[in-house]
């Protein structure tokens, strides 16, 4: 590193969100991403923040990235004026491909490229994504993700979906057949993965301008060499893949990745937060438009390293298919200004008639935390006090569309737990069966030892009767609260 060289600022991460949200149920979402989300959205609404702690991070917004599922990261960034680096700043291509081999993309090591599966397992015809990989990440897949890599499933006989002009929206996906919620529609390896966020060094001398375009430039130059390496027919399929970022200085490859690449966390070994994320590009799921109630769900599935797309709810045959890009429990204004980069006008029913009846009802979605070990041990609540509140949250998610968030799981599932704690199987497998197709959401549990209600496993789980044995009629001393009950909170 040039002495004269001034690091990222990373204290801009340190600054309070505004208005500090919790867009998921589960305590396992990390704060840490949910702040650095909103400074990362923060910094790019006021408008370029020039000394913004990394290229990423400072391009791209991660305003879904309080998610627990896969979210298109956008990049509410304005226009920036093009402007030419200062001498011996410019963005150089490095031009070295080393196919199917492991290349270090620079001295220290801290980034690599490679092929994912790696080409020493028995190659097959299957396609692999170019990556850029920081140490670590390769490991995660070769030594801690059991049975990886498994083969792709083989398509289809009759393909679920198909891809067509939209009016209004450019290329779109639709179902080819009547769809049921979980059904599996489509599994693809994407064509890269590489950081959603790369460190940039720049001159103290650069002006705010210079220092803006220093950001983009280094981007490409990096995704210059992950797409480099890729098959003569991945890199073309990519270069297909529509642009909504040609005009805010970005190079023609990091603005086909800002436009349609997926965030996944929990890669990035010992990194956490918005800029602990790789942003990934697919062929055909790049092609789903966004809707505020969607109607499906991608999810990554790492032993594949491929992401699966599952409908959410009953498709009929020739309906479009879209998944939300960003949080879409936010107020229809939110909504609005998070589809700006984008440069359209989300046209679902809750965008184009927006009422404020729907606001409420989405900011009530997402406050809303069924804990099961609460209820149980509170004699002071009643019963059917959880269900109830679970069945009102159900009927809110329905109404607005929104099948696909982590909300909808937890509601689900915690009224088959709550009938557990009754000790009523009769009810709680046929609320089994209703999260059994809801395989989409990331903290998915296999439920088919619940589907008989005289299963062995209802006697078996923790919290059988858990309400009547423990706690019913007052707070017991058989009541451990924070022992083995500490589930759904
Ligand atoms: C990830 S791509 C989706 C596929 C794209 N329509 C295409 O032709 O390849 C994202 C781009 O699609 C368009 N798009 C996505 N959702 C849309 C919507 N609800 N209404 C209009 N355009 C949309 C926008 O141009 C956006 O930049």
Redesign the pocket.
């Known amino acids: 590193m040039k002495s004269d060289c001034t690091q990222a600022d990373p204290t801009a991460a340190n600054n309070q969100p505004k208005r500090p949200r919790k867009t998921s149920l589960l305590t396992s979402t990390p704060q840490s991403l949910v702040l650095a989300a909103s400074v990362v959205k923060r910094a790019c609404i006021d408008s370029f923040k020039w000394d913004s702690f990394s290229a990423g991070a400072q391009l791209y917004s991660a305003s879904g990235a309080c998610h627990n599922s896969p979210m298109?990261l956008k990049a509410p960034v304005g226009k920036v004026e093009k402007v030419d680096v200062p001498k011996g700043f410019e963005t150089k291509l490095n031009g070295k491909c080393c196919k199917f081999k492991d290349h270090k993309i620079n001295s220290s090591g801290s980034y690599i490229c490679t092929t994912m599966p790696p080409a020493t397992e028995p190659t097959t015809d299957e396609p692999t994504t170019e990556c850029l990989f920081v140490p670590g990440t390769k490991d995660i897949f070769l030594r801690n993700t059991p049975g990886f890599p498994q083969p792709l499933p083989a398509p289809p006989t009759s393909p679920a979906f198909r891809i067509q002009e939209?009016p209004?929206?450019?290329?779109?996906v639709v179902a080819a057949r009547p769809l049921k919620q979980g059904d599996l529609l489509l599994t693809e390896r994407p064509l890269l993965m590489m950081p959603l966020a790369i460190p940039v060094t720049r001159p103290r001398t650069f002006t705010p301008a210079q220092a803006m375009q220093h950001s983009p430039n280094e981007s490409e130059r990096y995704a210059e060499i992950v797409v480099g390496r890729m098959e003569k027919g991945r890199r073309e399929a990519f270069y297909r893949?529509?642009n909504?970022h040609t005009e805010d200085g970005s190079g023609p490859i990091d603005g086909r990745i800002r436009?349609?690449g997926i965030g996944l966390r929990g890669l990035q070994p010992g990194v956490a937060g918005a800029i602990g994320m790789y942003t990934a590009v697919c062929d055909v799921v790049?092609?789903?438009?966004?809707?505020c109630s969607p109607n499906t769900q991608p999810k990554f599935n790492r032993t594949m390293f491929a992401f699966e797309v599952y409908a959410v709810r009953e498709v009929a045959e020739g309906e479009e298919l879209?998944f939300q890009?960003f949080d879409a429990l936010v107020p229809a204004e939110e909504r609005a200004e998070m589809?700006t980069?984008?440069?359209?006008?989300?046209?679902?029913a809750a965008c184009t008639e927006p009422t404020r009846e729907s606001d409420a009802r989405r900011a009530e979605i997402a406050s809303f935390m069924p804990s099961v070990s609460a209820w149980s041990t509170n004699p002071a609540l009643a019963d059917d006090w959880l269900v109830d509140r679970c069945l009102e949250q159900l009927e809110m998610l329905e109404r607005e569309g929104l099948q696909y968030s982590e909300q909808y799981y937890m509601a689900t599932q915690t009224i088959m737990e709550s009938y557990i704690c009754l000790g009523d199987a009769e009810r709680a497998s046929q609320w089994a069966a209703r999260v059994k197709p809801l395989v989409w959401s990331e903290h998915y549990r296999p439920v088919d030892d619940f589907l008989d209600p005289k299963s062995p496993a209802y006697a078996g789980h923790v919290l059988w009767r858990a309400r009547i044995d423990d706690c019913h009629g007052g707070l017991s001393s058989n009541c451990r609260l924070g022992e083995t009950r500490m589930v759904a909170t």
């Open positions: 298109i939209i209004g929206k450019g290329l779109g893949l529509h909504s436009t349609n790049a092609r789903l438009n966004h809707s879209t890009y589809c980069p984008y440069a359209f006008k989300c046209s679902c």
